[in-house]
């Protein structure tokens, strides 16, 4: 059974940068493209970065392009999400996710089949 764990979450002020990463269990990510998403409260999930499972295509959310990079490491079965000039209102629930019946990446949450437990991140302004 695959298991997602992501951490290094926590309180940043705007301006600042985080490291979030994803370790998987019980499967190799090589057989997965992988996303993250957020979720603000009272807020449906919102698709931010997603990367194919050999790392050769990144798509993006407007909101977050070019502040924001995907990155695996599928040696260390694990993803990252460097955020940069974080803004108050990239605060919310981060989420790991994996999608394994499709080819390419997707932005719709409905197509990733495993989440992780999601970390916090807060923004101060």
């Known amino acids: 059974q695959v298991h997602m764990v992501e951490s290094g979450g926590g309180l940043v002020q705007a301006g600042g940068s985080l490291r979030l990463s994803c370790a998987v269990s019980?499967?190799?990510?090589?057989?997965?493209?992988m996303g993250w998403f957020r979720q603000a409260p009272g807020s449906e999930r919102e698709f931010l970065a997603a990367?194919?499972?050999?790392?050769?295509?990144?798509d993006y959310a407007e909101s977050v392009k070019g502040r924001f990079t995907i990155s695996r490491d599928n040696g260390k079965n694990t993803v990252y999400l460097q955020m940069l000039n974080v803004k108050p209102e990239d605060t919310g629930a981060y989420y790991c996710?994996?999608?394994?019946?499709?080819?390419?990446?997707?932005?719709?949450?409905?197509?990733?089949?495993?989440w992780g437990q999601g970390t916090q991140v807060t923004v101060s302004s």
């Open positions: 996710a994996a999608d394994a019946r499709h080819w390419g990446t997707r932005r719709e949450a409905n197509a990733y089949d495993v």
């Open positions: 990367i194919t499972s050999s790392g050769g295509s990144r």
């Open positions: 019980g499967r190799s990510i090589i057989f997965y493209a």
